[in-house]
Nanobody
Framework: QVQFVESGGGLAQPGGSLRLSCTAS????????MGWYRQAPGKERELVAR???????NYGDSVKGRFTVSRDNAKNTVYLQMNSLKPEDTAVYFC????????WGHGTQVTVSS
């Protein structure tokens, strides 16, 4: 059973930065395309960014140019560097396979506010 553990969230000011990490259990992480997802209050969960096993990234329009996804297959870890944060980035952030597996971690809360 794969498990995902997200960390690195917190409070940031508009224009600030945060770096999220997600560690996955299981030896087949390295063959997964991994995604970062977020869910804001009252909204559907949305895909923010994804990265192939070989490291090719893809971003949602709302974060393109501000967020960078990366991975370390040796550590079963995927990262999300978030720069130029906006209040509308406030959400709980999750990682999962892309397409998703029917298992979610607890997520990590990101709050962007002055």
């Amino acid at each position: 059973q794969v498990q995902f553990v997200e960390s690195g969230g917190g409070l940031a000011q508009p224009g600030g930065s945060l770096r999220l990490s997600c560690t996955a259990s299981g030896s087949i992480f390295r063959v997964y395309t991994m995604g970062w997802y977020r869910q804001a209050p009252g909204k559907e969960r949305e895909l923010v960014a994804r990265i192939t096993p070989g490291g090719l990234p893809n971003y949602g329009d709302s974060v393109k140019g501000r967020f960078t996804v990366s991975r370390d297959n040796a550590k079963n870890t995927v990262y999300l560097q978030m720069n130029s944060l906006k209040p509308e980035d406030t959400a709980v952030y999750f990682c999962n396979r892309y397409p998703i597996l029917n298992v979610w971690g607890h997520g990590t809360q990101v709050t962007v506010s002055s």
